[in-house]
T-cell receptor, first 115, second 107 residues
Framework: DAGVIQSPRHEVTEMGQEVTLRCKPISGHDYLFWYRQTMMRGLELLIY????????DSGMPEDRFSAKMPNASFSTLKIQPSEPRDSAVYFCASSPRGATHQPQHFGDGTRLSIL | RKEVEQDPGPFNVPEGATVAFNCTYSNSASQSFFWYRQDCRKEPKLLMS???SGNEDGRFTAQLNRASQYISLLIRDSKLSDSATYLCVFTGNQFYFGTGTSLTVIP
């Protein structure tokens, strides 16, 4: 079975550029989560969706960050304009119905470096 | 107060040793509890769920203490392959991850 698929695996770009991260959740999973992980702050929840609808975006750090889920099989996290402090590993995760009682399955992550 | 408090370690133990981690949570309404394992430069993966009565999976034992609001993970007969970061997770309205405890098992 295919797991959560993220792309790209690595992204290196210059400050000020737009960055788009992509995620395909596990088929049939109703919940999709975007996380950011750094050494200093650990794993932080940015936003999560239920049935393609954003439920909680309180973790989105600034207006420079936006996320969409146009359908059940695709989500994007966009940073515009990007800054060096956005450098981190960004994970997408999905879980089935009843997410708060079900474990999440993570993608391989996108390692983002902003120069 | 943080939602989740976890000793970051690092824990360095010899092969065959028994090691235990604790993790405390602040939200008494937390409903589900998990331990995840994360290898270096990899994604977190579910290690085991934590049930109210405690549960065991091979060398791993997880326990929940609702009165004191913590969960624990015990690893017996440590293997080199157990070296990783262990993340505790609590749920309420969303998932709350601990910052992880680093374990290195030494030959």
């Amino acid at each position: 079975d295919a797991g959560v698929i993220q792309s790209p695996r690595h992204e290196v770009t210059e400050m000020g550029q737009e960055v788009t991260l992509r995620c395909k959740p596990i088929s049939g999973h109703d919940y999709l989560f975007w996380y950011r992980q750094t050494m200093m702050r650990g794993l932080e929840l940015l936003i999560y969706f239920n049935n393609n609808v954003p439920i909680d975006d309180s973790g989105m750090p600034e207006d420079r960050f936006s996320a969409k889920m146009p359908n059940a099989s695709f989500s994007t996290l966009k940073i515009q304009p990007s800054e060096p402090r956005d450098s981190a590993v960004y994970f997408c995760a999905s879980s089935p119905r009843g997410a708060t009682h079900q474990p999440q399955h993570f993608g391989d992550g996108t390692r983002l470096s902003i120069l | 107060r943080k939602e989740v408090e976890q000793d970051p370690g690092p824990f360095n133990v010899p092969e065959g040793a028994t090691v235990a981690f604790n993790c405390t949570y602040s939200n008494s309404a937390s409903q589900s509890f998990f331990w995840y394992r994360q290898d270096c430069r990899k994604e977190p993966k579910l290690l085991m769920s934590v049930y109210s009565s405690g549960n065991e999976d091979g060398r791993f034992t997880a326990q929940l203490n609702r009165a004191s609001q913590y969960i624990s993970l015990l690893i017996r007969d440590s293997k080199l392959s157990d070296s990783a970061t262990y993340l505790c997770v609590f749920t309420g309205n969303q998932f709350y991850f601990g910052t992880g405890t680093s374990l290195t098992v030494i030959p």
